[in-house]
């Protein structure tokens, strides 16, 4: 079964901080997708990345950068000069691959709530 | 470009009532998905519809159940409301079903049961 662990309940941190939101995986397969979606206060889901599982390259948009390390099972997401408005509850999701038939599925982790002050 | 749409906002109901949640996908979009997100129990898929045909369901008893129309909107319904499906009920879409297509979610529908 699929698994995927945010240890870090919730953070707290000052503008401008750097802040690392972890998120551990378990799975079997040995293709699957990894997604970050992020849920402000308002309560829709906002979707951020996705990364393959062929794909250990990490990536850069903006402030938001993304370490993937199979090796590790991890797929961590770092928010450099932390915004208030970066408050919100971020989710880490796992994808079940298509040839199961059973594709689509995403398996989300518990949230890390971030909270962000002046 | 509209989003995922969700109906109603918030809907108040009371045990042994039955609930029914509607959403629109984006344009163009022909998955469905319908996730369960209840207080201390995270966000819980609840179902799968593509191209008209329920794909896969979560572990949640069978009345909780839904359809997708032809125009791909899709319409959750919950019979013999209990106090635990008290939650906010999230729909999302793709633009077609794999792994790899990401999910978009509309705002939700916060159903309470009193």
């Known amino acids: 079964a699929q698994k995927v662990t945010q240890a870090q309940t919730e953070i707290s941190v000052v503008e401008k901080e750097d802040v690392t939101l972890d998120c551990v995986y378990e799975?079997?397969?040995?293709?699957?997708?990894l997604f970050w979606y992020k849920q402000p206060p308002s309560g829709e889901l906002v979707f951020l990345i996705r990364?393959?599982?062929?794909?250990?390259q990490n990536e850069i948009s903006g402030r938001y950068s993304w370490n993937f390390q199979k090796s590790t099972s991890s797929f961590n997401f770092t928010i450099t000069a932390s915004q208030v408005v970066d408050s919100a509850v971020y989710f880490c999701?796992?994808?079940?691959?298509?040839?199961?038939?059973?594709?689509?599925?995403?398996?989300f982790g518990t949230g890390t709530r971030l909270q962000v002050t002046l | 470009e509209a989003g995922v749409t969700q109906s109603p906002t918030h809907l108040i109901k009371t045990r042994g009532q039955q609930a029914t949640l509607r959403c629109s996908p984006i344009s163009g979009h022909t998955s469905v998905y319908w996730y369960q997100q209840a207080l201390g129990l995270g966000l819980q898929f609840l179902l799968w519809?593509?191209?008209?045909?329920?794909?896969n369901r979560g572990n949640f008893p069978p009345r909780f159940s839904g359809r997708q129309f032809p125009n791909y909107s899709s319409e959750l319904n919950v019979n013999a409301l209990e106090l635990e499906d008290s939650a906010l009920y999230l729909c999302a879409s793709s633009l077609y079903s794999g792994g790899n297509q990401p999910q978009h979610f509309g705002d939700g529908t916060r159903l309470s049961i009193l």
């Open positions: 799975t079997r397969d040995t293709t699957y997708y």
């Open positions: 519809y593509d191209e008209g045909e329920e794909r």
């Open positions: 999701a796992l994808s079940e691959p298509l040839n199961t038939g059973t594709a689509s599925k995403l398996t």
């Open positions: 990364r393959n599982s062929f794909d250990e």
